[in-house]
């Protein structure tokens, strides 16, 4: 693929974050915490899915964690401070959308508005840690 395909899948990756996240936040505002915690770890793993795009790599998976660990040495050293982060999203991925992930409890009653906060500031903490990577 030629670089100028490449960024512009990469930017198209790195716009739908960026939606996302607003979408994270119309959610949090309507007091929908499960959702907009599911869609701050969409934000972050879209985010690093355009930063492989524009490495002419294939992004394969939905965590967060494994999509930095597995870039090449130098886009994973820059993004190493965000592992923790990262792991913290993807506990975001599952257990916001289905009925059976928490017992006998649904997203909608298990996650709180301080929750969905900090889940906004990761992912958006993470999409310009992203940004500063891109080459």
């Not at 969409?42 to 490495?55: P, S, V």
């Not at 190493?80 to 506990?91: E, I, M, V």
């Amino acid at each position: 693929m030629s670089v100028e395909k490449r960024q512009r899948e990469a930017h198209r990756w790195l716009r739908q974050a960026e939606d996302d996240l607003e979408a994270a936040r119309a959610l949090l505002a309507a007091a929908k915490y499960a959702q907009a915690c599911f869609f701050a770890q969409q934000a972050a793993e879209k985010a690093l899915k355009g930063l492989w795009h524009a490495l002419d790599l294939d992004p394969w998976g939905h965590s967060v964690y494994r999509l930095i660990i597995e870039l090449p040495a130098e886009q994973r050293a820059a993004l190493d401070p965000w592992r923790a982060t990262a792991l913290a999203l993807d506990k975001l991925y599952l257990p916001t959308r289905y009925p059976d992930a928490l017992g006998e409890l649904v997203p909608a009653e298990a996650y709180t508005r301080e929750e969905a906060e900090q889940a906004l500031e990761q992912a958006a903490a993470l999409l310009e840690a992203v940004r500063a990577t891109l080459p």
